[in-house]
């Protein structure tokens, strides 16, 4: 291993180099994210009809297009203190293995329970519960990523945690239900004789094995209908990329430390909320006009949202009972091909990133998931770590453009994110093992399906 | 969260302050431990017929009663620089919920793919395989720790691994086997049709779910007869617990550094590599006669070979076909019963560590299940990590250790070993939170029948 001197294989922030405040995109952006429309009036909700489902100081955060630098309470500093700083790592083990004169960092967040960053906002949206003397918070999980964090965040603070976990994943995946026990958060099969939606599907499609949609749905009826609690959520949403952008301000402060300046910046990206925070303070840096980067989104190519996708206003779920949000979408109604093993399947995008993107500050690009697991099994033998699915998106353009790298002799340094770990996803590296993996990309028709959902809202 | 001044709450070493020797508590020890016999001739296992099995320099540690500190070498190092340091932790928030005056840290050795301690040592025996110009390595594994840290450090040198599985474990944690896949190794259930002694314990019962004893004598078998093959074995050996003082060389020198002295240290034990590695600094100071700490082994008390075992010459393995080793032991044919969850299941004990029991430098302790799996789930709970069912024994007493100081008001400062993380072992979780999980304290009748078992020694 040849290491390059004064820089340490792994960078760790000293606890006083911490971020203390997160930063908002959006007040540097000269075109903002276009508003969350009520899906009955068309018109942009409003706070109030806003803290109904979500907490005030969360509606707040979503709503303020103009703040660049949000402090973060002591007491989520406090938390971040259990598992953070992340390391910086230079992947030297990854360079040499691929003969590459490129440099290669990546920013690991699977060192916590949760198995990713979804911490990150998990706690904030707890805190924020908790300080409005609410008893508790409801949310959907499908896998389970997020239901987890969201569940050890309400352990620490002390807040009760209703998790609807999609049928068909809470019997095939009852590791992570049992993660979620473990710290005390209620985990109940969607859809569900509690609520009123739930025992309605249930009437409707007997032996149902659920949707994310619906688990939604069941979420946000027990968080308006019950005293004391509201609804989370793990991507997409502002407020959400607002908490994630910590993620890449430890980057930033860890690569100005030692003098580093990344030529291309990588993140995988479903609904935006670790992309969206790695890339914080660089597109803040690119917005502003000070520095440029190449800076570039990986998704499934079964699950296209931005390569493929429609700018336009669309329901962020599948039951159409959200508000609509103005992004690449695929459609309300997408659902990737039941061969999709990868994580990566929402079907719309963060506002943020889309109006970004649209505005051409970043690029995108969409990868088949063979290829993909070809890249994590690669990273792990050389690494150590084994990548979550979703993680080895961003790890396969990385080794792409080192490899590019490799043929024009180009030293350009290379950053992605590494959001998590896969091992409650052996179930699709045994697949993948085995040679039973397969890809899909959709037709234009498959598409056009979804299209047809979309919609017309003239904005 | 009340930080104390200048404390971090999580201490990295620098790179530059990471161990560059590893530690040989026999250097220090008045009397050594009991060299490992021939079963056939008891004599002293010889070097030349330990290399048989084992590599040379491997064997050359093993025999090593007198070199205090080991240089690392610098190919290890770099290894070591992929997933350590790993963190000294204060556990501020436990501390908070048990109300307790007593200063508690952990050394976290679960951030790395293996979850465990366990790579430490495979990556030396790797090397030192690799060095010696051999193809491969070939080794047993149950539950799949020790296997899944050799593949890895194997996939890293691009050395062969041949894992043999105990069969139950292979059919029934098909996780942990495709984690080993990932990283290249190849996974055999055991008994397997690939060697005589496997052919013929299939042969004599067909249909069994096979035996760590087994699987030994299998993995054995593969690396005297197929050329350029040694086997390893990742608890027990002196060598390991000298690879292993690495977490304790760490331990000791992240106290230093700000001055904290641990009044208590604990650690779980089943063969000892963890509890060994952990003490090995301190243990050396206190049989240099330099200080003097408590220090406490926790075992299960479904196997409580420091409790209540014997201290005789006995096999290591239930095949009796390896060395004898003198330590504490519950015989060879000891297996603790079905509902026995936690792992720690070994027999006997590193003769190292049984030698140092016997001279009164350690005191040992046992605790039932249920117990250990309440302090997993309340220190998971404020604490943020999932930990192994393992580390949790250590847990329990540190909390039990805690709660006295709350009592006579001492501030004591525990130290104790979190040696891996739980996600592999959410099946005993499971019972656990669902009432299922039982305790079972084996009679004396019991351990009586596995006491008949130990051969007849005259040292």
């Known amino acids: 291993m040849n290491q390059e001197k004064n820089i340490p294989y792994k960078i760790y922030l000293e606890e006083s180099e911490m971020p203390t405040a997160w930063y908002n995109m959006r007040a540097d952006m000269k075109v903002k994210p276009a508003p969350l429309l009520n899906p009955g009036t068309l018109q942009p909700m ?7 489902v979500f907490c005030d100081d969360l509606v707040r955060q979503e709503l303020d297009d103009d703040t660049a630098f949000v402090e973060i309470p002591k007491e ?4 971040y203190k259990m598992y953070r700083p992340s390391p910086l790592v230079r992947a030297y083990c990854l360079e040499e293995k691929l003969q590459t004169p490129a440099k290669i960092y990546y920013k690991f967040e699977g060192n916590n329970t949760s198995g990713s960053h979804k911490l990150n906002s998990a706690i904030a949206q707890a805190y924020y519960a908790k300080k409005q003397g609410l008893k508790g918070v409801t949310t959907e999980t499908g896998a389970g990523q997020w239901g987890t964090a969201l569940s050890m965040a309400c352990a620490y603070l002390g807040l009760d945690c209703k998790v609807y976990m999609v049928k068909v994943s809470y019997e095939q995946k009852p590791f992570r239900r049992e993660v979620m026990r473990t710290y005390g958060a209620s985990v109940t099969p969607s859809p569900s004789e509690t609520t009123n939606v739930g025992r309605k599907i249930l009437a409707e499609h007997p032996g149902t094995t659920g949707s994310l949609g619906c688990a939604i749905s069941e979420a946000v009826e027990v968080a308006t209908t019950n005293e004391g609690y509201r609804y989370v959520l793990g991507s997409v949403l502002n407020q959400v990329l607002l908490h994630q952008s910590v993620i890449g301000l430890e980057t930033k402060a860890a690569m100005d430390k030692y003098g580093i300046v990344p030529d291309i910046i990588i993140g995988c ?33 079964s699950c296209p949202s931005f390569t493929r996708g429609k700018f336009a206003y669309d329901f962020c779920d599948t039951g159409m009972i959200c508000p609509l949000a103005k992004m690449y979408t695929l459609g309300s109604g997408f659902i990737p091909s ?19 993107y649209h505005d051409g500050y970043m690029e995108a690009t969409s990868v088949e998931q063979t290829s993909v697991f070809e890249a994590a099994e690669q990273f792990a033998r050389v690494e150590g770590i084994l990548p979550a699915p979703e993680s080895a998106h961003a790890i396969r353009v990385a080794i792409d453009e080192a490899l590019k790298c490799k043929e024009t002799g180009e030293e350009k340094t290379i950053l992605f994110g590494l959001t998590g770990t896969g091992y409650f996803d052996l179930v699709a590296y045994e697949k993948f093992h085995n040679g039973e993996m397969t890809d899909y990309i959709p037709t234009d028709e498959d598409l056009a399906k979804g299209f047809a959902g979309i919609p017309k809202v003239d904005k």
Do not use: C, W
């Open 76 to 79: 989520i500093r406090d938390f």
């Open 46 to 52: 409003t706070f109030e009809e806003l803290t109904g």
């Open 269 to 301: 990206a479903g609904g935006g909320s670790n992309l969206g925070g790695l890339i914080a303070p660089f597109m803040g840096q690119k917005l502003r006009g000070e520095k440029d980067y190449r800076i570039v989104a990986v998704e499934p190519a």
């Open 338 to 356: 039941p061969n999709h093993a990868g994580g990566l399947r929402f079907h719309g995008m963060s506002t943020i990133l889309s109006q970004l």
